[in-house]
Nanobody, 133 residues
Framework: QVDLVESGGGSVQAGGSLRLSCVAS????????MGWFRQAPGKEREAVST????????YYADSVKGRFTISQDNAKNTLYFQMNSLRPEDTAMYYC??????????????????????????WGQGTQVTVSS
């Protein structure tokens, strides 16, 4: 069992920044893959970014490359998501998720984490991000 609690969401104007946090507790050793997913009303949930918390390998959706950065603090069992240059289309509920390694290897080296939602077993409650123009 892994418990995840997100925080840091809010309302900002376009071009602004937010930093999301996700604190994990429980048997986190079994879930080296963590990620941020988002879902806007009427849209499917999508992977935004993932990280293998031991290898450091990351994945970013094309829509957020160069703007968002995923990072971790293993000592605090905390996942972060720095979101800069926010756009109205970034408006969504953002979810932290954790899962086991599915065997992926990403370019850049080391074990990587899948962007497939079904491979993430544990989910936080979500934090709302709203970006106005």
């Amino acid at each position: 069992q892994v418990d995840l609690v997100e925080s840091g969401g809010g309302s900002v104007q376009a071009g602004g920044s937010l930093r999301l946090s996700c604190v994990a507790s429980g048997y986190t050793y079994s879930t080296p893959c963590m990620g941020w997913f988002r879902q806007a009303p009427g849209k499917e949930r999508e992977a935004v970014s993932t990280i293998h918390t031991r290898s450091g390998a990351t994945y970013y959706a094309d829509s957020v490359k160069g703007r968002f950065t995923i990072s971790q603090d293993n000592a605090k069992n905390t996942l972060y998501f720095q979101m800069n240059s926010l756009r109205p289309e970034d408006t969504a509920m953002y979810y932290c998720a954790a899962g086991s390694w599915g065997g992926s290897w990403y370019a850049g080296g080391g074990p990587g984490c899948s962007a497939i939602m079904s491979e993430y077993k544990y989910w936080g409650q979500g934090t709302q991000v709203t970006v106005s123009s």
